[in-house]
């Protein structure tokens, strides 16, 4: 898996929406319906349409239906959560965007989406 978003992003005209796309499949990530949480979750943008979201050691990739433009910007929208320790795939939202879809990632899938991410929105 190391080097699958290195060689994604080496094409030309990649964007880090593509390369997690690529991810996604290449990876055979199985999407999840619920994801249930301790506590609270971080989250981290890779892309327009991605996000990471981490609680304690566990990693998730988010897919948003949309673009979601209020991860990078000043604009905030509430979250829509009916469970304070759960994410539910087509219901709920971070900052305003619906989530589409939910995928467990583990520490090093995480590691390299995050340096693929930042290396392609820095092209």
């Given at each position: ?7 994604c992003?080496a094409q ?9 796309s ?20 971080s989250?981290?943008p890779?892309?327009?349409?991605y ?5 304690r050691?566990?990693?998730?990739l988010?897919?948003f ?32 965007c ?9 520490q090093?899938?995480?590691?390299e ?11």
């Amino acid at each position: 898996m190391a080097g699958l978003l290195s060689g994604c992003a080496a094409q030309s005209g990649s964007t880090a929406n593509d390369a997690v796309s690529d991810f996604i499949e290449v990876a055979e990530l199985e999407a999840l319906d619920v994801v249930r949480f301790r506590d609270q979750f971080s989250t981290r943008p890779l892309a327009d349409r991605y996000a990471l979201v981490q609680a304690r050691g566990d990693y998730y990739l988010v897919v948003f239906r949309r673009r979601c433009h209020e991860l990078y910007g000043s604009r905030f929208q509430p979250d829509i959560r009916y469970d304070g320790k759960k994410l539910r795939a087509g219901i709920d939202t971070i900052r305003g965007c619906r989530i589409d879809q939910l995928f467990s990632v583990d520490q090093g899938q995480a590691e390299e989406l995050k340096l693929v991410a930042n290396r392609l929105k820095n092209e």
